[in-house]
């Protein structure tokens, strides 16, 4: 039973490859969001999706697209990944218009 | 720049005592204040949280004080376990559209010791 669920966990890969990281939530929650936390622990929100529509889009890269194909799966696949996105990034999830969110497990990227 | 300051960075404290942590914010739009919890290799989780017309909010040991005026939040730990070690983070959170934007602090290390 679980709440917003992340694949994979650990992401090891060379610099240059495009990965994708995915994200369920069966919570009922229409709103998504992608969190980084870099090697500080410092975590930054990267994007929210709302019911498959882009809300939030922080400074990040192109190189990082997010993808909703339904209210509750959001992806981000990552292009031409450098040493700067190893991180552990974090899912999250939450109703519109609310502001308690859960987080996801975490996906840890490391780049080679 | 960073909107939500912390403090401090690490916390070390005996069973049984009290651990305190603080953080300050600038930005007036904020109106939702939450705290997480984390435990190495894991995701932060919802500890407890407090709007700003309100100035304290007590959930068993956990208590956030809160200061509008003065834009600083903090939460207290009585009674501090040694599985209360962990990494506790505040946040401040604005709307935007239909969500919910979170701005993180940089996070307090808790080690509660026997």
């Known amino acids: 039973d679980t709440a917003v669920s992340q694949t994979p966990k650990y992401l090891v890969t060379q610099m240059g490859n495009d990965k994708s990281i995915k994200c369920e939530q069966n919570?009922?929650?229409?709103?998504m969001y992608w969190y980084k936390q870099d090697s500080k622990k410092f975590l930054k929100i990267m994007f929210s999706?709302?019911?498959?529509?882009?809300?939030i889009n922080e400074t990040v890269p192109n190189r990082f697209s997010p993808k909703s194909p339904d209210k509750a799966h959001l992806n981000l696949h990552i292009n031409s990944l450098e040493l700067g996105d190893s991180a552990v990034y974090f899912c999250?999830?939450?109703?519109?218009?609310?502001?308690?969110?859960?987080f996801g497990p975490g996906t840890r990227l490391t780049v080679l | 720049q960073q909107q939500v300051k912390q403090s401090p960075q690490s916390l070390i404290v005996q069973k049984g005592g009290i651990s305190i942590i603080n953080c300050a914010y600038e930005?007036?739009?904020?109106?939702?204040f939450p705290w997480y919890q984390q435990f190495p290799g894991k995701g932060p989780a919802l500890l407890i949280a407090?709007?700003?017309?309100?100035s304290e909010k007590k959930e068993g040991r956990f208590t956030i004080s809160f200061n509008k005026s003065a834009k600083q939040f903090s939460l207290h730990i009585m009674d501090s376990q040694p599985g209360d070690s962990a990494t506790y983070f505040c946040?401040?959170?604005?709307?935007?559209?239909?969500?919910?934007?979170?701005?993180f602090g940089t996070g307090t290390r808790l080690q509660v010791t026997l």
């Open positions: 999250a999830s939450s109703h519109a218009w609310t502001d308690t969110q859960y």
């Open positions: 919570l009922g929650h229409d709103t």
């Open positions: 999706y709302n019911n498959k529509e882009l809300i």
């Open positions: 930005n007036t739009a904020f109106d939702y």
């Open positions: 407090i709007r700003p017309d309100v």
């Open positions: 946040a401040a959170s604005s709307q935007a559209g239909t969500a919910s934007k979170l701005t």
